[in-house]
């Protein structure tokens, strides 16, 4: 399974991921739709490269209806049609229908009427007018600097108020769309910063990879697939804009301080992960429902596909350069071989190698080459 495949299962359960610090308070803002296309061309990207649309008439719609509860005004069923007309609530209905999830019209309005979400009111009025401050067009630039030249990113960004807290991604394939929860604990530089994360996961989706893998026997293709893994750690570098800035610099210090503690253990997950990819080519690893099991293992809150991805990719992009390192982006095998070479050159102490046998075994590019292992 590769990474742009699972893409969409990974996002739903993006609510295991790490709560950040409380934003600031923010002036009231009045409730009006959002929705607005950012296209842009550039010298140094092609014509067209993003196409990104940001709806919140969802969230506008339910906060409208909040605000008339608030102020003893009757709801109208035309304010409930709005909320039911907006994109973001019939794809969401969609996708929760297409899950075999129960989503009904009639469950909605009473999680709208809940006294729960109406005391809730100011601080998701307050986040989702932060947020709506935040410059999607420089997020998508910076992306784009992360993503090899023929790289599209074609996406809409759904903030949306509903009753489970999970954000995700979904349609990859057809209709990319982001839904993030609106979540008062989320600043505005986070939610950009999640922006940025999964539109370079769109952006590289955008690119057909799995050509290279075709001539593999089976189980060291299922392997190499999963290397798609460390996509995520690529995507931490590319959301927070070069090695030089933490991946968590708008997180609460005990986010900051659960990474650091799960970077510094960057040598044994390498070798834990080395493990999974052996069992899987050796064949101890078998079916589809066990390897799936063990691969998701390493996603966890940010696991082993986020902080070693983002090790090796830090060290290959410090030693060669940010072109060297999209290179790896189109066949995560060549960012193994990459990051060895980078720790041969460079001498750097304690960073583990991953073995000959795997680099073989998976046939990954030699570093900068054509040529097999």
């Known amino acids: 399974m590769g990474i742009v495949a699972a893409l969409e299962l990974i996002m739903d359960v993006y609510s295991s991921r790490p709560r950040w610090h409380h934003h600031p308070r923010f002036p009231y803002a009045a409730v009006v739709g959002w929705v607005f296309f950012l296209t842009f061309t550039s010298p140094a990207w092609a014509e067209d490269a993003v196409r990104l649309q940001v709806d919140t008439s969802e969230a506008d719609a339910v906060l409208s209806i909040l605000g008339k509860r608030a102020a003893g005004d009757p709801v109208t069923d035309s304010d409930w049609q709005r909320l039911f007309d907006s994109e973001p609530y019939k794809k969401l209905k969609r996708r929760e229908t297409e899950m075999k999830r129960s989503f009904e019209d009639a469950e909605f309005r009473q999680f709208v009427l809940s006294d729960e979400l ?7 009025q307050q986040t989702l007018a932060a947020w709506k401050q935040i410059d999607l067009e420089s997020s998508a630039r910076s992306v784009l600097s992360y993503l090899p030249a023929q790289a599209r990113i074609r996406a809409r960004v759904f903030p949306v108020i509903k009753p489970k807290t999970n954000s995700f991604v979904f349609d990859v394939k057809d209709d990319p769309t982001i839904f993030l929860y609106v979540d008062p604990a989320v600043t505005a530089e986070q939610f950009a910063n999640t922006v940025r994360h999964e539109l370079h996961h769109i952006g590289l989706g955008s690119l057909s990879t799995d050509a290279a893998l075709e001539d593999l026997p089976l189980e060291a293709k299922v392997a190499a ?4 893994g460390f996509g995520e750690g690529m995507a931490m570098l590319a959301a927070a804009g070069g090695p030089g800035v933490h991946p968590h610099a708008n997180s609460s ?28 080519i050796d064949g101890r690893l078998k079916g589809e429902t066990a390897i799936n099991e063990k691969g998701f293992t390493f996603f966890g809150v940010q696991g082993p596909w986020y902080t070693v991805g983002w090790k090796m990719a830090v ?9 060297t390192l999209i290179e790896c982006m189109l066949d995560p095998r060549r960012l193994l071989a990459t990051y060895n070479a980078a720790v041969t050159s460079s001498r750097t102490a304690g960073f583990p190698l991953w073995s000959d046998r795997l680099l073989k075994a998976v046939r990954a590019p030699h570093p900068r080459s054509s040529c097999r292992w």
């Open 225 to 228: 697939q999963w290397m798609g």
């Open 118 to 124: 109406l005391n809730r009111r100011q601080a998701l």
């Open 253 to 280: 210090p005990e986010d900051r301080a659960r990474w650091d503690r799960d970077v510094s253990n960057f040598s044994q997950d390498l070798r834990t992960v080395e493990t999974f990819f052996l069992d899987v």
């Open 315 to 323: 060290l290959v992009e410090q030693t060669y350069g940010r072109t």
